[in-house]
C-alpha cells in the first residue's frame, strides 16, 4: 500500500491570507475593498497572460465588467486552455478524480482537485490552489461564528470535539475533501474527531450511528437535518448538539426554527459552492455575510444586466479572487441572490445577501414492513448521477402517489437512460427499505421552475406534503 502524499498546504500563501483576512474583517469597507481591488487587477493580468481560454475570449479586457459570462459547459470543453498551469489538462484531472479516494492528497504537488454536479447538472471538476486553500481556511478559520476578530482556532476545532459529517462522501466532493485535509493537516493533540457517514446509508442507520457516536457538532444538508430532526422528536434520536452546521441547500426559517426547537442548539447556516467554497458566513443574527474581499457575486437578470439591491436575480455571475491556477471570472453559478440595502444589527460590514439555493424535496414512501422511510434529495441525485451516470433528470413524487422521471429526451438514448435510471432508484429503494414503486417514464422533459426558472430535481407533489 502506497503511503498518501501530504495534503496541499503553502505557509507563504496562508501567513498573508490570514492577516488581511483578519484585517479586512476589521475595516471591511475600507481595508476589505483596497484588498478586493488589489486581488481583482492581479487575477485580470495574470489571466490573460497565462489562460489561453480567457485570452481569446476577452481581448483588450481591462475590468471585470469586459469579460462575457461564462458557463461550466464551455470551461469544461476546453478544460485544456482554462488553467493558467499548462499541467493542469482535462485527461489527467479526470485521473486524479478516478484516483482519488478522498483523502484530500495533493496533486502535482500544490494542488487540490474536487468535482461538482451542481443544480446545473453538468458535472465539474476544480483546481484548487495553495492560494485559494489559505483563503478558505482563514475565512473558516475567522468568520466561521461571524466574529469580528480572529477567535480562537481550537475554540472551533478543540480536543474532545466529536464531529459528525452526514453527507456525499462516494468521490471527492468540497465539503468531504476539505474536511480530510482539515482531519490531516491539524496536529495531534487538536486533529478534530470528524466521523463521516455516507448520505447513501438508510436514514435509520445514520440516526443509529449518530446515536452512538453522540457527537458535539452534526454538519449535514438542511434536509438531512430536518429529517433527522423528526427522529429526535419522537424520542428514537438522543443527541445533545453543541452545534448544527448546515449548509449545500436552502434552509427555510420554519426549517430553522424546527431544528433549533428540536435539537436545542445554534444552527448555523452557510453559502458556499465548489467554485468558491466559502462564498458567505452566517452571523450572529442569522444573516448571510458576503465574504466581499475574496469572492465577487453580481446578481444579473435573465439578460445579464444589474439587478438593483433589494431584487433577486436570474443568476448570479461569481468571480472567484482567491484561485490563480484555474480562474473564474464571471461564472455563471446559477444560484438566485438579492443584495440587501440595509446595515445587519450585528454590526458587520460585510454585504447582506439572501439566497435562494437548490430546494429539492425529500420524499416520504411506503416502507415495505409498514411505515413510511424518507429518501433525501442528495441521496437520489447520487444514485442516478453516479449509478445510472445520468445528469439531466428531474424525479416527481405525483399526487397520485406515483413516481415519474422525466429525462431529456424518449429516443433510443432516453429509453436506455431510464432503464439504467429505473434499476438504480429500484437498488436504492431496496437498500432504503421502502417498498417496490413502479417508475413511471414522464411524457414531458424536464420542466424549470416558472418562479425561479430553476431546475428542482427532486420534487414532492404528494398530498402528504
Ligand atoms: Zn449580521
Known amino acids: 500500500m502506497t503511503p498518501h502524499p501530504a495534503p496541499p498546504f503553502d505557509l507563504w500563501s496562508w501567513l498573508p491570507a490570514w492577516q488581511e483576512t483578519w484585517l479586512a474583517g476589521l475595516d471591511p469597507q475600507g481595508i476589505g475593498q483596497r484588498l478586493r481591488q488589489q486581488r481583482l487587477s492581479r487575477l485580470i493580468e495574470q489571466t490573460l497572460r497565462e489562460s489561453p481560454l480567457y485570452a481569446r475570449r476577452a481581448v483588450g479586457a481591462c475590468h471585470l465588467a469586459d469579460f462575457q459570462p461564462i458557463g461550466k459547459a464551455e470551461l469544461m470543453a476546453h478544460f485544456d486552455d482554462w488553467a493558467t498551469d499548462r499541467r493542469i489538462t482535462r485527461h489527467a484531472a479526470e485521473a486524479a478524480v478516478r484516483a482519488a479516494d478522498g483523502v484530500a492528497d495533493a496533486w502535482l504537488g500544490d494542488y487540490l482537485v474536487w468535482t461538482s454536479s451542481g443544480t446545473s447538472g453538468e458535472p465539474g471538476i476544480f483546481v484548487q490552489d495553495g492560494p485559494s486553500l489559505a483563503a478558505f481556511d482563514a475565512i473558516e478559520g475567522q468568520r466561521l461564528l461571524g466574529a469580528r476578530s480572529a477567535p480562537s482556532v481550537s475554540a472551533l476545532w478543540g480536543m474532545a470535539r466529536r464531529f459528525a459529517y452526514v453527507g456525499a462522501i462516494g468521490g471527492p466532493y468540497a465539503g468531504h475533501v476539505s474536511l480530510q485535509r482539515l482531519r490531516r493537516l491539524v496536529p495531534a493533540p487538536w486533529t478534530p474527531q470528524i466521523t463521516m457517514i455516507s448520505i447513501l446509508e438508510p436514514l435509520q442507520q445514520v440516526a443509529e450511528r449518530l446515536q452512538a457516536l453522540q457527537p458535539d457538532v452534526l454538519i449535514t444538508y438542511p434536509s438531512c437535518a430536518v429529517a ?119 454590526g458587520q460590514a460585510f454585504p447582506v445577501i439572501e439566497v435562494q439555493g437548490r430546494s429539492d424535496d425529500a420524499l416520504v414512501l411506503p416502507a415495505a414492513r409498514g411505515g413510511t422511510v424518507t429518501l433525501l434529495p442528495l441521496m437520489v441525485e447520487s444514485v442516478i448521477e453516479e449509478e445510472a451516470q445520468v445528469t439531466q433528470f428531474q424525479l416527481l413524487h405525483r399526487a397520485d402517489g406515483r413516481l415519474e422521471l422525466r429525462l431529456p429526451g424518449r429516443g433510443a438514448d432516453g429509453q436506455a437512460a431510464f432503464a439504467r435510471c429505473r434499476q438504480a432508484l429500484q437498488s436504492c429503494l431496496d437498500r432504503q427499505g421502502a417498498a417496490p414503486q413502479r417508475l413511471l417514464h414522464g411524457a414531458q422533459p424536464p420542466q424549470r421552475d416558472p418562479g425561479s426558472g430553476k431546475l428542482r430535481r427532486v420534487i414532492d407533489l404528494s398530498p402528504a406534503r
Not at 274 to 294: K, Q
Open 228 to 346: 433527522l430532526a423528526e427522529w429526535q422528536a419522537q424520542g428514537a434520536l438522543q443527541l445533545t448538539l453543541d452545534q448544527l452546521w448546515v449548509g449545500g441547500e436552502q434552509l427555510s426559517a420554519t426549517h430553522r426554527q424546527r431544528l433549533r426547537d428540536v435539537f436545542g442548539c445554534g444552527v448555523r447556516n452557510s453559502y458556499g459552492a465548489s467554485e468558491f467554497y466559502s462564498i458567505a458566513f452566517e452571523c450572529s443574527h442569522g444573516r448571510l455575510h458576503l465574504n466581499d474581499d475574496w469572492v465577487v457575486l453580481e446578481p444579473v437578470d435573465a439578460q445579464g444586466r444589474p439587478m438593483p439591491p433589494g431584487e433577486f436575480s436570474h443568476t448570479t455571475l461569481l468571480t472567484n479572487l482567491a484561485n490563480r491556477a484555474q480562474p473564474l471570472l464571471r461564472y455563471e453559478l446559477h444560484d438566485r441572490v438579492r443584495f440587501t440595502a440595509e446595515r445587519c444589527g450585528c
